[in-house]
């Protein structure tokens, strides 16, 4: 198998084991289920303050309905709160709830322990090539979105 047969099929398996081990390292650690689209919404909101929900919805991909029913069971769940934009009384603006922000910085350390385990055993060149490999990848998805 060539390397470039060896990454074809390595793409092609990737992201459905990655969403599996980052749902089950996040159930295990939080003690609730948190799907991955319900993840992403997390980090598109923040731990900054108030994402206005067209926004995070343009951010998403997703309509706006879509992402009312999803926040309905981040809100259930009490991990995020919603709130009429103080600005502008038409907008809803969603925020994390303290258990949101443990969500969410528990997800960052999910993807910095990824990172750590991607990168050991590599030399500082190995490392750069890898960063171009990730930064050519992120261009290609970001041109055929």
Excluded at 64 to 85: G, Q
Excluded at 88 to 96: N, Y
Excluded at 123 to 139: C, K, P
């Amino acid at each position: 198998m060539t390397n470039r047969d060896e990454l074809r099929a390595f793409l092609l398996d990737f992201s459905i084991r990655l969403t599996k081990v980052e749902e089950e390292f996040l159930s295990a650690g939080l003690a609730m289920t948190i799907t991955s689209p319900e993840i992403r919404i997390l980090e598109h909101i923040g731990p900054q303050g108030a994402a206005k929900m067209s926004g995070v919805a343009r951010a998403l991909g997703v309509t706006l309905a879509t992402l009312t029913v999803a926040c309905d069971r981040l809100e259930a769940k009490e991990l995020i709160e919603r709130r009429r934009d103080e600005n502008d009384r038409r907008s809803v603006c969603a925020v994390l709830t303290p258990l949101g922000l443990v969500a969410y910085h528990y997800h960052v350390s999910f993807h910095q322990h990824i990172a750590e385990v991607l990168l050991d055993g590599f030399s500082e060149e190995e490392a750069r090539l890898f960063s171009r490999f990730m930064h050519n990848l992120n261009g290609f998805l970001e041109n055929n979105q």
